[in-house]
DNA sequence: AACATTATTGAGACCTTATCTCAAATTAAT
DNA sequence: ATTAATTTGAGATAAGGTCTCAATAATGTT
């Protein structure tokens, strides 16, 4: 099961005819290991205390690689990076960020499934995706506070 | 009415013991003048086309306040700019976004207030403000692609 | 009206994140 | 093993925005 992303990338590379070089799997492999939310930097570290070597370069072409074939979801909050995620099939999900900490939290969207649909049905716009964040001051910030 | 940004900028910056420079209000009054949603470049371009001598670090700190004063709203599409509009407080509203032309539509959101509410409140989150941005390919760009 | 105080401006340096370039290395097909 | 085509790494470059600091200007005080 947790292979299947291995498998998947495997499979999105022939089909595209890409390469399946050791260095895209050595990448996957590391984002399987952290958890869920990541950024590029992140990622690079984790490289690094690994001593996996790859350059800075390879780990963005393969995050857009990775993101293409729908393994990883790429998202920008306030701040001018991204964030990355594995897994978004079958969890459309939306966020819910502290303005204070930037702690995310997932929550799920069924309404927005619903939203989405319908708004792309009253523009006749075919729905691609979706970006849904609301920010916050989350409770443990809010505690804090007082 | 229309000039009521201008007094509500004043306003906001009295209240904050910062001055009121031509410059800052030369900026809002060419803001006015652009339709809806414009980016920090526009800006600079038609105040440049305008004659409105005014540095690129004075515009930039400029639309900061504006942001921080509620006179402008600061979004991100999937670009790494931002897109700003006047007059977003009693327009909560949401955006659709045409992935092939760029097109922005927006959208009113009752339903994403009574969501944004419900959310927060299972988390114990105060809200703060939210993006909702919903992707895909707009009427026109479909009919081109026939 | 002049002064002192403090904020603001402009010019360009700088920062961050991500992308591009191109020679060298690697993959995959034959 | 050879060849053709991709991929990699190192560093240059790009894009967008922010920062620095001396010079300038706004405000409050006399």
Chains 1, 2 share one sequence.
Do not use: W
């Not at 022939?14 to 984002?31: A, D, H, S, V």
């Not at 958890?35 to 370069?57: G, P, T």
């Not at 989405?116 to 001051?137: D, F, H, S």
């Amino acid at each position: 099961m947790q292979n299947s992303f291995v498998q998947e990338f495997d499979r999105f590379l022939q089909e595209k005819k890409l390469r399946r070089t050791p260095e895209r799997f050595k990448i996957l492999t590391e984002i399987k290991k952290i958890d869920r939310h990541f950024e590029a930097d992140d990622l690079i570290l984790h490289l690094q205390r690994e001593k996996i070597i790859v350059s800075r370069a390879t780990v963005y072409r393969t995050l857009s690689l990775l993101e293409e074939s729908n393994i990883l979801r790429k998202f920008r909050f306030d701040e001018n990076h991204f964030h990355y995620e594995l897994h978004p099939k079958n969890s459309h999900h939306a966020h819910l960020v502290c303005v204070k900490c930037g702690t995310i939290i997932e929550f799920d969207d069924q309404e927005l499934e619903e939203l989405q649909a319908r708004i792309c049905r009253e523009y006749r716009c075919l729905p691609v995706k979706r970006t849904v964040e609301i920010y916050g001051v989350c409770a443990k910030c809010r505690k804090k506070e007082n």
